[in-house]
């Protein structure tokens, strides 16, 4: 079993900064790739980034594209998502994953972290 644990939400000004991060309970040998999700209220989940944990290929959603960076630390277990150039379209509540290696289809979630944009 692995369990997440995200911190780094919070309130901030349209056109700031935050971070989240995502730290597993288990050595990410075992993990093939990490990400986020988010749901704004009223509204479905929303892929935001990933990451694969070997090699370190990326992959965004159009709508953070430049503005959203996802990173990971091997010693930590533990991916980041840099969020700059806020706006209030990004608040919502982001919950971290993580997957298996491919075939299994078993995907981990942590509890979630607001993430509020005042305009």
């Known amino acids: 079993q692995v369990q997440l644990v995200e911190s780094g939400g919070g309130l901030v000004q349209a056109g700031g900064s935050l971070r989240l991060s995502c730290a597993a309970s288990v050595r990410t040998s075992s993990i093939f790739a990490m990400g986020w999700y988010r749901r704004a209220p009223g509204t479905e989940q929303e892929f935001v980034a990933s990451i694969v944990w070997s090699g370190g290929n990326t992959d965004y959603a159009d709508s953070v594209k430049g503005r959203f960076a996802i990173s990971r630390d091997n010693a930590k277990n533990t991916v980041y998502l840099q969020m700059n150039s806020l706006n209030s379209e990004d608040t919502a509540v982001y919950s971290c994953?993580?997957?298996?290696?491919?075939?299994?289809?078993?995907?981990?979630w942590g509890q979630g972290t607001q993430v509020t944009v005042s305009s």
């Open positions: 994953y993580a997957t298996r290696p491919p075939g299994d289809a078993t995907t981990y």
